[in-house]
C-alpha cells in the first residue's frame, strides 16, 4: 500500500528538481527522500524518477504517479482539516463553487442553512470552465454547475452528479421588435432571427452558447456575436437598449429592465440543468456534500 510519505517525497522532488532540495523541502534528510523514493518505485514496478548531475525529473511514468498522487494528498490533508475543525469548532468547512448567476439568487440561502447544519462554506465564484476544473483537481468539495441541451460536461470519472433541477432558458428581445409579439418561440421560430445580433458569453465552455451555435448551424446559419459577458444584467440591459437577443435563465428573469420582452421557447433542449458536482470515492459522496445537494434544492424551491 502506498505511503503518503512516498507521495510527498516525489511531489517534492517534482517542485525542486533535485532530491537534496526535495529533502530541505521537506525537513527530511537526504537519505530519508531516497529511501521513500526507492519504495515507491519497487511498489510500482518501475523508476519514477530520472538522476542525473543537474539534478532529478520525473519520468513518464512518475508524472502520472504525481497526478494521481497529488489528489491522495489532497484528500488526506482535507480529510485532517475537516476532522479537526469538527472537533474544534462543532463544524465542517467545504470549499463551494458557483457560478455568478446562482450565487447572487442562491448563495445567502444556501450558506444559512447549511450553517444550521453544522457546515461552513468556503465559498468562491467562477464561471462554468474554471468550476469544472477545480472539481476536477479536487481543489473544490463540491460545485454548482449547468449543462444545457444534453451536452456533457468534462467531469473525471471519480467525480459523482446530482440533478438538482431544470432552469428553462427564455429568449431576451427588445419590447420593439416585431418579434416580440410571439407568445413563445418554436424552434422553426427561433430560426427567424438568424439575421440578428446575439450576446453570448465571454468564457469558452458554456454549453449554452454551443446549443445557440448547433442550432443555427444545422440550419445553415452562423450566429453573429454583438458582444459577450457574462454578467446576466449587462445581457438585459444590451437587449433593452436594442442592441441585441440573448438566451437568459428563469432564475435571472424575475425582475427584467423596462424595455425587455421575455418569451419561453419550447425546445426542450433550451434548459440548463442545475448539477452539484463532487468529487468522491466508492461509497459516493461525503454526508456534507449530501446535505449541501438537499438545501441547494430547498433553496431553489424556496424562490418560486
Known amino acids: ?3 503518503v510519505r512516498q507521495l510527498q517525497a516525489l511531489s517534492a522532488v517534482a ?3 533535485s532530491v537534496a532540495r526535495a529533502a530541505l523541502r521537506l525537513g527530511w534528510s537526504q537519505p530519508t527522500v531516497d529511501y521513500h523514493l526507492r519504495n515507491l518505485d519497487r511498489l510500482v514496478g518501475a523508476d519514477l524518477t530520472l538522476r542525473s548531475t543537474r539534478g532529478s525529473r520525473l519520468t513518464t511514468a512518475g508524472a502520472l504517479m504525481l ?6 494528498l489532497s484528500l488526506a490533508e482535507r480529510a485532517l482539516t475537516d476532522v479537526r475543525d469538527l472537533a474544534k469548532l462543532g463544524k465542517i468547512r467545504l470549499r463551494f463553487g458557483t457560478f455568478p448567476t446562482a450565487a447572487a439568487r442562491l448563495l445567502p440561502g444556501i450558506a444559512s442553512r447549511v450553517a444550521e447544519l453544522g457546515i461552513e462554506l468556503d465559498a468562491s465564484l467562477e464561471e462554468l470552465a474554471p468550476l469544472v476544473t477545480r472539481v476536477n483537481q479536487h481543489t473544490l468539495d463540491a460545485a454548482l454547475v449547468y449543462a444545457a441541451g444534453g451536452y456533457q460536461l468534462p467531469f473525471r470519472a471519480e467525480v459523482h452528479t446530482t440533478h438538482l433541477f431544470t432552469d428553462p432558458m427564455l429568449l431576451a428581445l427588445p419590447e420593439t421588435h416585431p418579434a416580440a409579439k410571439h407568445a413563445s418561440f418554436d424552434r422553426e421560430r427561433l430560426l427567424t432571427l438568424a439575421g440578428e445580433s446575439w450576446v453570448m458569453g465571454s468564457t469558452p465552455g458554456d454549453t449554452l452558447d454551443d446549443l445557440v451555435r448547433e442550432v443555427f448551424a444545422a440550419a445553415g446559419h ?10 446576466y444584467s449587462v445581457v438585459l440591459g444590451l437587449v433593452a437598449a436594442g442592441m441585441a437577443v440573448a438566451l437568459v435563465p428563469s432564475l435571472v428573469s424575475n425582475n427584467p429592465p423596462p424595455g425587455v420582452a421575455l418569451r419561453p421557447i419550447e425546445d426542450p433542449r433550451f434548459t440548463r440543468e442545475l448539477i452539484l458536482a463532487a468529487p468522491a470515492g466508492p461509497g459516493g459522496p ?3 456534500v449530501r446535505q449541501l445537494a438537499e438545501v441547494v434544492r430547498r433553496s431553489i424551491s424556496a424562490l418560486d
Do not use: Q
Open 286 to 288: 461525503s454526508a456534507a
Open 222 to 231: 452562423k450566429v453573429a456575436t454583438a458582444i459577450r459577458t457574462d454578467d
Open 1 to 3: 500500500m502506498i505511503d
Open 67 to 72: 497526478e494521481r498522487g497529488e489528489e491522495i
Open 15 to 17: 517542485a525542486e528538481g
